[in-house]
């Protein structure tokens, strides 16, 4: 099967004509032998590939497609695959078709004869508008690759997958990664193209993979400090607010004091009276609410530089919890603040 094969590729072809209706397949080209055939089986090869030729010839397109099977089978060349392709074209097996044409135009010699080179590629281009033609791209190298759970290579897939009109499934899997998955409406004549991203690598004993990947600092910390600072921020101003209420009306209570002559009245051993507990009250007031308010500036500062450390330091990891943070505004006569609470 060397010099003779692109004559009788050409014999072949030049007898093709007519077009029937599709027809669904799921059949794969067989796979190529690791290495090359003795000569005992090339010579059984050449004897079932010259028969099958005659078969063809003959319009005998069902035990031609054997003959070209079993030819394939023991050597599979680019000749026997070109043949094969035309043979289960007339057979309306459109994807098996399109399958051995491509494997026929990917391995054709450069000394290969130009014309059966040209009818191959004429009826693969005339194939390919009635199946889909799909580009399958995996984010992995070595992932086996499936389409409706059959496996049709590793990645990466350097050749293009013929399927039928309709809904399939296209998947990738590799030990240690999350499988990928994609569903494609198919439609005549199209070439879409699918991506398939697996995940990261397992990093659980076992093999398992992780409940939770998360790439990068957790959103949901970062979402919680900012929380965190954020109401820190404006406790303390709505505190000093009030403090300085507290301060103006302290301010206002003492000058009445003044004016009227007793400003010791409210010292120590002085006698209690309404006036003189309604200033040691604001006095009290502006007090707590002073040192509350400092003490939420304090913490919501702290929590934000905390938060922006975090954000700059972290590097890509795996996290699995989920933050739980409760802010608790508290506030006393010693003074008051912030109470942070929860798990990050």
Avoid at 27 to 35: D, E, F, M, R
Avoid at 174 to 186: K, P, S, T, Y
Avoid at 195 to 206: C, D, F, N, R
Wanted: hydrophobic content about 45%; proline content about 8%.
């Amino acid at each position: 099967m060397r010099r003779a094969h692109p004559r009788l590729v050409l014999l072949s072809a030049l007898t093709l004509s007519g077009i029937a209706a599709p027809k669904p397949v799921q059949a794969q080209p067989a796979p190529a032998p690791a290495s090359a055939p003795s000569q005992d089986v090339t010579k059984r090869a050449e004897a079932l590939f010259r028969n099958a030729n005659q078969l063809y010839a003959d319009q005998k397109w069902a035990e031609a497609e054997a003959g070209f099977l079993a030819a394939w089978a023991l050597n599979p060349t680019y000749d026997v695959a070109a043949n094969l392709g035309h043979t289960q074209f007339k057979l309306q097996k459109y994807r098996d078709a399109a399958e051995h044409l491509a494997f026929a135009l990917r391995n054709w010699p450069l000394i290969g004869k130009p014309e059966p080179r040209k009818l191959a590629q004429n009826r693969l281009d005339e194939v390919r508008q009635l199946l889909a033609t799909v580009t399958v791209r995996v984010n992995e190298p070595s992932a086996k690759v499936f389409v409706d759970g059959q496996l049709v290579g590793q990645s990466p897939i350097a050749f293009e997958v013929f399927v039928d009109p309709g809904s399939h499934v296209f998947e990738a899997k590799l030990v240690g990664h999350g499988d990928a998955r994609e569903v494609v409406q198919a439609v005549k004549g199209s070439a879409p193209v699918v991506s398939l991203e697996l995940s990261a690598p397992s990093t659980v004993p076992g093999g398992g993979t992780p409940p939770v990947v998360a790439r990068g600092p957790s959103k949901a910390v970062l979402i919680a400090g900012g929380a965190v600072a954020g109401a820190g921020v404006v406790l303390g101003a709505v505190l000093a607010g009030v403090s300085n209420s507290k301060a103006s009306s302290l301010r206002s209570q003492q000058t009445a004091f003044m004016t009227a002559g007793t400003p010791a009245m409210c010292g120590v051993g002085s006698q209690a009276t309404p006036a003189c507990a309604e200033l040691t009250d604001t006095l009290n007031a502006k007090r707590t609410t002073a040192n509350a308010s400092f003490w939420s500036f304090v913490g919501g500062g702290a929590v934000g530089a905390a938060t922006l450390i975090y954000w700059v330091a972290t590097p890509k990891s795996t996290s699995q919890a989920t933050p739980d943070v409760r802010v608790v505004p508290s506030a006393g006569p010693q003074g008051g603040g912030l109470e942070i609470r929860g798990t990050w």
